[in-house]
Each structure stands twice: as structure tokens, then as C-alpha cells.
T-cell receptor, first 119, second 111 residues
């Protein structure tokens, strides 16, 4: 079984609808992230959480909200979807790793992605 | 604000040729740099991570170099195979513990 799973994998919705994307992980990591990817662009961070009681905005959090229900679950919501939120959404987890002279490695592990289309 | 650029956006090579993928970043104050592979319908897979104190990392046919002072990293893939066809992304980690990604290079290795 995959370590990081996302549901749904594909979703088509209409403008104004509320949408929730879910992420679950079995890696036992405290840190979880939500990113979006647009064609030809890199991934951009929407929200991240370093433990169950910690939620932080990323660079493009407007129009999104998140919920960290448990260590293993991190959900992303679009309260009122709009067409420019059409994108590929990725969830990721990380373990900070050992402290080194260059900082912690904090390797991230990604889910398979959710393709969201807002009409 | 950190900006990460990958040029070219797409690359096509015949099987057996060595691949050279470039990544540049604007702020040299980084903790580490990672190279990822992205396949259609799948998530990103981490290939190599180079700490800021390192000059290169190697894994099998892959070798990544880092020149922090000039803001550049290069990923070399030796003797390319059709299975190497994918999109390759680089990402840098800096203060705030967040990754900044480049736009990726889409690679096609022709048999």
C-alpha cells in the first residue's frame, strides 16, 4: 500500500461548490503539506502543518482552508471553488531527519496527486 | 524572494546519450537542494538531496552537483534509457523550512 494516499484522484466540479481533498499517510510523520501545481510551473505551497495543533499558511493560501484531524490525516478545502483553482494538488509528508551542518534534510514524500477541474 | 528556474523546459534525446539538466536559484542562503522525478499520474519521487555544505551527490547513474555561490545545480543522468522519460524538478530549502520548486524539465528519451 502507498505511504501517502489522496482522495479523490480526479474531481470535476462547478464554480461556487465546496470541495474537500483528503490526504492520509502511514509513514508516521508529523509534518504534512499541501501544494498545487499548474502546467509549466513548479509546486507552490498552500498550507503546512508540523503537528496536529500546528497550521501555517503557505505562499498561496487565499481561497483555501485546511484541517489536521490526526497525525495521519490532513484535509484541504476549497470553500467556494473558482476556475483558476483548476490544478493538480499534491499532499506531502516529511520527517525532519538528523541535524547536520547544513540543517535538517527534511526529505518530503508525495502522494499521487488529485486533478481538480473547476468549471 | 527565492526563485528557482529550470532551463530548458523540455528536452528530447536518443537512448544512450547523457542527460544534463540545469537548475538555478536566486538566493544562495539555502539549507539543501533536492532533485525530484515526476511521472504522469504519480507523485514526486526524491532522487537526490545535496546539503548546502556538499558539492555533489551520486546515486547509480545519477549525479547532482551544487555550486551554491553561483546559485546553480546540475543533474547528470548517464547513458539515458527510455524509462528515464519523466519530468525532473529541483527544489531548494531555505529559511522557514519551505521548499521552493522550479518549473521542471520534461525529458523524453527516444529508443
Amino acid at each position: 500500500d502507498a505511504d501517502v494516499t489522496q482522495t479523490p484522484r480526479n474531481r470535476i466540479t462547478k464554480t461556487g461548490k465546496r470541495i474537500m481533498l483528503e490526504c492520509s499517510q502511514t509513514k508516521g510523520h508529523d509534518r504534512m503539506y499541501w501544494y498545487r501545481q499548474d502546467p509549466g510551473l513548479g509546486l507552490r505551497l498552500i498550507y503546512y502543518s508540523f503537528d496536529v495543533k500546528d497550521i501555517n499558511k503557505g505562499e498561496i493560501s487565499d481561497g483555501y482552508s485546511v484541517s489536521r484531524q490526526a497525525q495521519a490525516k490532513f484535509s484541504l478545502s476549497l470553500e467556494s471553488a473558482i476556475p483558476n483553482q483548476t490544478a493538480l494538488y499534491f499532499c506531502a509528508t516529511s520527517d525532519p531527519g538528523p541535524q547536520t551542518s547544513g540543517g535538517r534534510t527534511d526529505t518530503q514524500y508525495f502522494g499521487p496527486g488529485t486533478r481538480l477541474t473547476v468549471l | 524572494k527565492q526563485e528557482v528556474t529550470q532551463i530548458p523546459a523540455a528536452l528530447s534525446v536518443p537512448e544512450g546519450e547523457n542527460l544534463v539538466l540545469n537548475c538555478s536559484f536566486t538566493d544562495s542562503a539555502i539549507y539543501n537542494l533536492q532533485w525530484f522525478r515526476q511521472d504522469p499520474g504519480k507523485g514526486l519521487t526524491s532522487l537526490l538531496l545535496i546539503q548546502s555544505s556538499q558539492r555533489e551527490q551520486t546515486s547509480g547513474r545519477l549525479n547532482a552537483s551544487l555550486d551554491k555561490s553561483s546559485g546553480r545545480s546540475t543533474l547528470y543522468i548517464a547513458a539515458s534509457q527510455p524509462g528515464d522519460s519523466a519530468t525532473y524538478l529541483c527544489a531548494v530549502r531555505a529559511a522557514g523550512n519551505k521548499l521552493t520548486f522550479g518549473g521542471g524539465t520534461r525529458v523524453l528519451v527516444k529508443p
